[in-house]
């Protein structure tokens, strides 16, 4: 087996749209996954599966709802299981996910638009 760089900024540039997550590494049963956000994602949670979301270019927040967690590059919030959420940015920003691989992204909330299709790699 090979273990190679993976280079973030090139994988990001492979793909356009938006609230689609791409699988970028896999390890224990987890995705790392790399998604382009633009508005607002629709609410959901995840009842048995954390979430972590980390910015790497633009700014991104996660909004619940009794609060909101404003991120910038470089910045992480872990989404704890079961907890109703939205994601959003005003502008593109670019995310990394990691959650366990069978984790659907719009989680407890009905198919929808949004439903991206599982195990598209980038």
Known sequence: MTVEAIDLAEKFALFDEHWR???A???NGQDVRLVKTKGVFPWHSHANA???FLVFAGRFRVEFRDRIVELGP????????GVEHRTASDEEAQVLIFEPS???NT???MTSEYT???GVRV
């Not at 470089?74 to 299981?81: D, N, Y």
């Open 21 to 23: 997550p791409k699988i």
């Open 25 to 27: 590494a896999q390890l």
């Open 50 to 52: 954390e979430e972590m």
């Open 74 to 81: 470089g910045q992480m919030v872990v989404v704890p299981r």
């Open 102 to 104: 069978e984790v659907v």
């Open 107 to 109: 989680g407890d909330a």
């Open 116 to 118: 991206a299709p599982a």
